[in-house]
């Protein structure tokens, strides 16, 4: 019995075999197990106002064909039910808690349909994972502004990937310099530090546009766009 007591005081941070809190930080379980009732207590009512108690704003909330973020309580209020979804709604009411996944990254609900940090005021939601299914059709992935250029990444009607660019200072009204329609999308990373990357490709001209994900970026700089010909790099411009 005592050989049993001091392996329980060995590890006050473990909540399973997948996960000891100590890796994001945490010295003891009790924090999280509150934040744990009070999330599932919030979504099970389906409850914008207490959820937003629990979210670290901005919140990046990731889609089949793009990413946006939640900057505040209102905008959480009027996008709960999208970025909410029923099908993240029931990934964390069915995660045992026994079960529940970590890593530096932070705290996983799901198979990643949300993401925990630790942070000064406690635990938050930071990162959201739709599924595909919750958000295919037709919409806006990407905007990319750089010195020189104005482009939109979107999904049209058939559900492929767009890539339209006004080189400055035409003006939008007007036809794009370029437009490519049947590009592709490839994610990278993973948990929070999931990014996508777009890739169009004219004749021997590839254009890749990349978002920053969890890279250091200079203020402001979301993404970036890079020109190639025959798989030489010609130039990269960032994106605001």
Request: net charge neutral.
């Amino acid at each position: 019995m005592l050989l049993s007591l001091r392996a329980g005081f060995a590890q006050p941070t473990r909540l399973g075999p997948s996960c000891d809190l100590s890796i994001v930080g945490a010295k003891e379980t009790r924090s999280f197990l509150d934040f744990d009732r009070d999330l599932r207590a919030a979504l099970s009512a389906a409850d914008p106002a207490s959820t937003a108690l629990l979210v670290e704003f901005p919140l990046r909330v990731n889609t089949g064909h793009g990413s946006y973020s939640v900057n505040d309580p209102a905008i959480l209020q009027a996008r709960f039910q999208e970025a909410f979804s029923p099908a993240v709604r029931k990934a964390v009411l069915d995660q045992k808690t026994n079960d529940i996944f970590c890593n530096y990254t932070g705290v996983m609900y799901g198979n990643g349909a949300v993401w925990v940090e630790l942070t000064k005021a406690g635990y938050a939601i930071q990162t959201i994972n739709l599924a595909s299914s919750e958000s295919a059709g037709a919409g806006v992935d990407f905007v990319c502004r750089t010195e020189k250029h104005r482009i939109l990444i979107d999904h049209i009607a058939s559900a492929d990937l767009r890539y339209r660019v006004w080189n400055r200072p035409r003006a939008l009204a007007e036809k794009p310099d370029l437009e490519i329609a049947a590009g592709k999308k490839d994610v990278e990373g993973t948990g929070p530090c999931a990014h996508a990357i777009w890739t169009f490709t004219n004749g021997a001209t590839t254009y890749s546009i990349d978002e920053t994900g969890c890279a250091p970026s200079t203020e402001g700089v979301k993404g970036r766009l890079t020109v190639s010909t025959g798989g030489k790099q010609q130039a990269q411009w960032p994106c605001y």
